[in-house]
C-alpha cells in the first residue's frame, strides 16, 4: 500500500549540484526511518545517508560535507542535497524504508524505483 516515487536525478557536470526527492504514499500514520542508497556500475549498493524518524542524520564518509539529508514530514517527503559532484558518485540512487505503520498495519523494506544519476563532462 505504501509507495516510494524517486525523482530529481540526471545528468549533471562535476562540481555541480542535484536534489533528489523521494516521496511516500499511503496510509501513514507515523513518521518514519529512511535511506538513501546507491548502486553505481560493477559495484555493490551502499547506504549513502540515512534520517530517523527523529531527525538524527548519518552519512557514508564518501559523501560527508557534501550532501544533506532532510525530511518534510507534512508531505511525506525526504530529500537529498548532492552537492560538489563527482564522477564516482554516479549511480542509481534509490530510497528505502524498513518499517512503516499505517492505518492496517506495518508495511516493512519498502523501496523506490530509483534514479538515475550521472556525474560526468
Known amino acids: 500500500q505504501v509507495q516510494l516515487v524517486e525523482s530529481g536525478g540526471g545528468l549533471v557536470q562535476p562540481g555541480g549540484s542535484l536534489r533528489l526527492s523521494c516521496a511516500a504514499s499511503g496510509s501513514i500514520r507515523r513518521n518514519y526511518n529512511m535511506g538513501w542508497y546507491r548502486q553505481g556500475p560493477g559495484k555493490q549498493r551502499d547506504l549513502v545517508a540515512a534520517i530517523t524518524r527523529r531527525g538524527t542524520t548519518n552519512y557514508a564518509d564518501s559523501v560527508k560535507g557534501r550532501f544533506t539529508i532532510s525530511r518534510d514530514n507534512a508531505k511525506n517527503t525526504v530529500y537529498l542535497q548532492m552537492n560538489r559532484l563527482k564522477p564516482e558518485d554516479t549511480a542509481v540512487y534509490s530510497c528505502?524504508?524498513?518499517?512503516?505503520?499505517?492505518?492496517?498495519?506495518?508495511?516493512?523494506?519498502?523501496w523506490g524505483q530509483g534514479t538515475q544519476v550521472t556525474v560526468s563532462s
Open positions: 528505502n524504508v524498513p518499517d512503516v505503520v499505517t492505518t492496517e498495519g506495518h508495511e516493512y523494506d519498502i
